[in-house]
């Protein structure tokens, strides 16, 4: 290891740095990092092995955190973070929600992923090059799995399954990364632990009112109680999951291209198929044209009159327009 590593270097730096190598074009080297620090156990040891790391990649840090102001000490701890950063010579920006309305975790979400975005525009403008600056944050496994259990308790299909993805493009500008998928909750409180990390605990994370809470206190406690390891199984699940939705848009794109004759579908090619496939192709077909989610039920009629009548059409959102006769089925908008 390097000179300043070889006196903190540890397993756990060891884990996180032959991911980040073993997964190609994950983070390159030579960019600056946008990391989001909430303060909480998963974004301080986040900070503290990618800062112990940076030399080897040539990567300039930044911490980004967002004061939501829900607690009476959000003030302060959002100071006592700003002076560790300070001390290890972190620049940190921050932003405050004021009054801007955040009440629901899916509007807290937004306000987060919004002013993430807009920070990342200051420092490395998209005009420019926006591959030069990826935003991290720290989701762990454990958060993953707490996805997967939400999603498939509200009936989510196998893409919703598929859970947090590692890597994605934040506005189609900025790539947003999550090397911590890697550990779980308990890993990080090790790696807190181990390394003395500070970290700050929000009071708010203990409110059981809030689903994503409920899930982690309750659910997950009991489920690693009787299968300890679970979260990490859970994950690799939706890792496959996610593998799988995308063989089978893939094999959708060949199937659709097989039936297609000038712009057309052949309504005989598709009758060919199942019922399930049918309409998993015509949901491929309608979700390249329409801009709001189209239900499994409007899809499966959809298929099922195809099927049965030699003409008929059926309008959905945008103005897409599903035409068909006996032999060719149209998409217009």
């Given at each position: 290891?390097?000179?300043?590593?070889?006196?903190?270097?540890?397993?756990?730096?060891?884990?996180f740095h032959q991911s980040i190598l073993n997964s190609e074009n994950f983070m390159p080297n030579d960019i600056k990092l946008l990391i989001s620090v909430s303060g909480g156990q998963d974004s301080m040891a986040l900070m503290t092995l990618?800062?112990?790391?940076?030399?080897?990649?040539?990567?300039?840090?930044?911490?980004?955190?967002?004061?939501?102001?829900?607690?009476?000490?959000?003030?302060?701890?959002?100071?006592?973070?700003?002076?560790?950063?300070?001390?290890?010579?972190?620049?940190?920006?921050?932003?405050?929600?004021?009054?801007?309305?955040?009440?629901?975790?899916?509007?807290?979400?937004?306000?987060?992923?919004?002013?993430?975005?807009?920070?990342?525009?200051?420092?490395?403008?998209?005009?420019?090059?926006?591959?030069?600056?990826?935003?991290?944050?720290?989701?762990?496994?454990?958060?993953?799995?707490?996805?997967?259990?939400?999603?498939?308790?509200?009936?989510?299909?196998?893409?919703?399954?598929?859970?947090?993805?590692?890597?994605?493009?934040?506005?189609?500008?900025?790539?947003?990364?999550?090397?911590?998928?890697?550990?779980?909750?308990?890993?990080?409180?090790?790696?807190?632990?181990?390394?003395?990390?500070?970290?700050?605990?929000?009071?708010?994370?203990?409110?059981?009112?809030?689903?994503?809470?409920?899930?982690?206190?309750?659910?997950?406690?009991?489920?690693?109680?009787?299968?300890?390891?679970?979260?990490?199984?859970?994950?690799?699940?939706?890792?496959?999951?996610?593998?799988?939705?995308?063989?089978?848009?893939?094999?959708?794109?060949?199937?659709?291209?097989?039936?297609?004759?000038?712009?057309?579908?052949?309504?005989?090619?598709?009758?060919?198929?199942?019922?399930?496939?049918?309409?998993?192709?015509?949901?491929?077909?309608?979700?390249?044209?329409?801009?709001?989610?189209?239900?499994?039920?409007?899809?499966?009629?959809?298929?099922?009159?195809?099927?049965?009548?030699?003409?008929?059409?059926?309008?959905?959102?945008?103005?897409?327009?599903?035409?068909?006769?006996?032999?060719?089925?149209?998409?217009?908008?």
């Amino acid at each position: 290891m390097v000179n300043t590593l070889k006196t903190n270097w540890t397993n756990w730096h060891h884990i996180f740095h032959q991911s980040i190598l073993n997964s190609e074009n994950f983070m390159p080297n030579d960019i600056k990092l946008l990391i989001s620090v909430s303060g909480g156990q998963d974004s301080m040891a986040l900070m503290t092995l990618l800062n112990d790391i940076k030399e080897q990649h040539n990567w300039s840090l930044n911490v980004w955190h967002g004061n939501h102001n829900w607690h009476n000490e959000s003030e302060e701890f959002a100071k006592e973070l700003q002076n560790y950063c300070f001390q290890k010579k972190i620049i940190f920006f921050q932003d405050s929600a004021g009054e801007i309305d955040i009440s629901t975790e899916e509007k807290a979400r937004k306000w987060r992923y919004q002013k993430l975005y807009e920070k990342a525009s200051e420092i490395s403008p998209k005009n420019k090059n926006p591959n030069k600056l990826y935003i991290v944050t720290g989701h762990t496994c454990t958060d993953n799995t707490e996805t997967f259990l939400l999603n498939l308790a509200r009936g989510s299909n196998f893409g919703g399954l598929g859970g947090i993805p590692k890597k994605r493009l934040l506005n189609k500008d900025y790539f947003l990364v999550r090397p911590f998928m890697i550990f779980s909750r308990n890993d990080t409180g090790a790696i807190c632990k181990k390394l003395n990390i500070p970290f700050w605990i929000d009071p708010t994370n203990s409110d059981t009112q809030l689903k994503r809470n409920l899930i982690r206190h309750k659910v997950i406690r009991e489920l690693e109680g009787i299968y300890p390891g679970c979260s990490h199984r859970i994950n690799n699940l939706t890792e496959k999951m996610k593998n799988y939705s995308q063989e089978r848009a893939e094999l959708c794109e060949l199937a659709i291209k097989s039936c297609l004759y000038d712009d057309e579908i052949s309504r005989a090619t598709l009758n060919d198929l199942c019922e399930q496939t049918r309409a998993t192709l015509l949901h491929t077909l309608l979700s390249k044209k329409c801009n709001k989610q189209i239900s499994s039920k409007n899809i499966s009629d959809l298929s099922k009159q195809i099927f049965k009548k030699n003409s008929g059409e059926k309008c959905f959102s945008n103005g897409v327009k599903v035409i068909w006769n006996e032999n060719f089925i149209r998409f217009t908008f």
